[in-house]
């Protein structure tokens, strides 16, 4: 078994006396998707920004390529490989789709503090920003300003901006939601390449996709991680059944 | 070409213009209130850096025009009783010439930006505007108790510093150097605008979250963007004590932070511009108002409330559109 890229061993964090993070532990290995489930509220959200960076866990670790990351700030993480996308599109929405895509090819230069060339006539992070735009199929919305995109679009967007930092993993919170049947389809083909190259953390509540892509799953209720594993295993759990997939049937 | 662009040109058109049709008529009254407008535009120009691009609302911009003006006092004052500002660990002796005076106010300046932002930008909103208003408050109250450059009376000096090659106490001459200053301040904020730097800066005014997961950290932008702004505003501080020959506390008020602030929305934040309608306008109003009441600030607060209430773009938003240009 290869070493996991990415292993997050106990981590606990509460918000009063709500436990969103119970000492939960996953990795995430080389050229797999590990889908992480559950239902709204369940702390999986919660759970990325504690391994992006922007929220400390009260007692656990994250380790990352082999190194202790806990400590380190959201930016630090970044620029060791971390390629997230957030749920809550968090995207410059004055700017350009483009605009949008240089920056992340900038910051993965990281040389922004230079102030005299204009950044938007820079060859080199304009065909980064272009390739990674044109993956996600935002090549004709390059002029678009951000926000006028449909939500959709941001989803894009969001991923095609981690795709120019060329990170180590993915962490990707719920980037189909509001993508549409079509978008789904082209986005799941293209995390289906990706993964390949750079594995993939995914949270997503599209249950067709995390069973048609996911290499492993994990199911986390109440901030507790009550099952993992293969496709066919968590399909086929009892538990699971009941508390997750069950409520997602009469909903 | 975008209706930016030109009213860009009109402007500068304009501020070039007004001053020579003065020059010719025999009007040095205008001249200087020409140049008057051009200083504030510059001390907008700056805080508007803060303001506009790095959305950072400094109410404390003051400290740094009060900052030129007292560096441009200092050094003339010893310069004009042949003493030197200090003798120990090493000799600094005053000076006349303005280059000198202005590189010592932008270095400085970009000093005490650094000192204020290390400390205030570790806060956000109302925090940070009451911190920076108090740091300029604490420069205020330390050059009224500073007798030896004159208190709370300020400083004379009997002639403006010397620029090489021109006769600096003639009106359209002192006017050229303030135009010229202002072209390459706004050429500077211009390229600032375009670089990565300008773009980095943006895009973490917007969005933090952003920002920092492209790997780059905020305070350092803001850092740098606060010390590029209180450079700017510094400068024009050492122009405006040098139009008026006299520096005062009154340059580290509040009520001028307050006013660096109204050219800025006055005009339209986040316009590289901006300011500098905003001062003309500012100017233009003091002028016309205030030869109508003593209450001239009244109508002022009128009409910026109207501007922030129905304008939110200020006199650019209202004339060239409320979109910003991306190239
Ligand atoms: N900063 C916070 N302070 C207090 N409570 C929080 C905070 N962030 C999240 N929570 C709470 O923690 C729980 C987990 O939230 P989280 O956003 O991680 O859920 P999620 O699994 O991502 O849900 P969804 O599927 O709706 O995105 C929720 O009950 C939420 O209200
Ligand atoms: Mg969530």
Redesign the interface.
């Known amino acids: 078994m290869t070493d996991p890229i990415l292993d997050i061993r106990g981590i606990s964090k509460s918000f009063g006396a709500l436990k969103a993070s119970n000492n939960i532990s996953l990795d995430l290995r080389p050229g797999e998707i590990h889908a992480l489930i559950g239902p709204n509220g369940a702390g999986k959200s919660t759970l990325i920004k504690q391994i992006?960076?922007?929220l400390r866990p009260d007692s656990g670790s994250v380790y990352f390529d082999g190194q202790d990351i806990t400590d380190l700030?959201?930016?630090?993480r970044?620029?060791l490989g971390m390629g997230?996308t957030?749920q809550v599109s968090?995207?410059?929405?004055?700017?350009?789709v483009l605009?949008?895509a240089?920056?992340?090819a900038?910051?993965?230069r990281?040389?922004?503090?230079?102030?005299?060339?204009?950044?938007?006539k820079?060859a080199d992070l304009l065909a980064t920003a272009s390739e990674a735009l044109e993956m996600v199929g935002l090549e004709d919305f390059k002029?678009s300003?951000t926000s006028e995109l449909s939500h959709g679009q941001r989803r894009q967007l969001e991923v095609a901006?981690?795709l120019?930092?060329s990170p180590k993993v993915f962490l990707m919170d719920e980037p189909m939601a509001g993508l549409g049947t079509e978008g789904s389809h082209r986005l799941m083909g293209f995390l289906g390449e990706l993964k390949h190259k750079t594995p993939i953390l995914l949270v997503e509540h599209d249950m067709d996709a995390v069973f048609t892509l996911a290499d492993r799953i994990s199911v986390l209720v109440y901030g507790e991680i009550i099952a993992s594993g293969s496709v066919d295993e968590i399909r086929g759990n009892p538990i699971v059944r009941s508390a997750y997939l069950g409520e997602e049937a009469e909903t | 070409m975008r209706k930016e662009t030109i009213c860009n040109a009109a402007l500068l058109f304009g501020l070039l213009a007004f001053p020579l049709w003065a020059w010719v008529t025999d009007e040095p009254f205008l001249i200087t209130l020409t140049t008057r407008a051009i200083v504030f535009a510059i001390a907008g120009v700056g805080l508007n850096f803060a303001l506009g691009f790095g959305g950072l609302v400094s109410l404390g911009h003051a400290a740094f025009f009060g900052l030129g003006g007292y560096v441009m006092g200092v050094l003339a004052f010893h310069a004009q009783t042949y003493t030197s500002v200090m003798d120990w660990p090493f000799v600094i002796s005053g000076t006349k010439s303005m280059p000198i005076i202005w590189l010592v106010t932008i270095i400085l300046s970009a000093v005490l930006a650094v000192g204020i932002g290390a400390l205030s930008l570790r806060t956000s909103g109302v925090y940070f505007i009451m911190i920076t208003l108090a740091f300029a408050q604490m420069l205020f109250y330390f050059t009224i108790s500073w007798s030896t450059y004159g208190g709370e009376d300020g400083l004379s000096i009997y002639v403006r510093n010397g620029f090489p090659g021109l006769n600096t106490m003639d009106p359209i001459q002192y006017y050229a150097i303030c135009y010229v200053v202002l072209l390459m301040v706004l050429a500077f904020v211009f390229?600032?605008s375009?670089?990565?730097?300008?773009?980095?800066l943006?895009?973490s005014r917007?969005?933090e979250?952003?920002?920092?997961?492209?790997?780059?950290?905020p305070f350092r932008?803001y850092l740098?963007a606060f010390a590029i702004s209180g450079a700017i505003t510094g400068l024009s501080g050492a122009l405006f004590a040098d139009l008026n020959r006299f520096v005062s506390p009154t340059m580290f008020s509040w009520q001028t932070s307050g006013e660096i602030m109204v050219f800025v929305i006055l005009g339209g934040v986040g316009r590289v511009f901006g300011p500098v309608a905003g001062a003309v306008l500012f100017i233009v109003l003091e002028h016309l108002l205030g030869g109508l009441s003593e209450f001239w600030h009244i109508y002022l607060g009128a009409i910026l409330l109207g501007v922030v209430l129905f304008a939110r773009g200020g006199l650019y938003g209202l004339i060239a559109g409320r979109?910003?240009a991306?190239?």
Do not use: C, K, W
């Open positions: 992006a960076g922007g700030s959201t930016a630090a970044a620029r997230r957030f968090s995207l410059a929405m004055e700017y350009t605009q949008n240089v920056l992340g900038l910051g993965n990281g040389d922004i503090f230079r102030f005299f060339r204009p950044v938007m820079d002029s300003v901006v981690a120019t930092l | 390229a600032l375009r670089s990565s730097f300008g773009l980095a943006g895009a917007q969005n979250d952003r920002i920092q997961a492209v790997g780059q950290v932008l740098t979109e910003v991306h190239d």
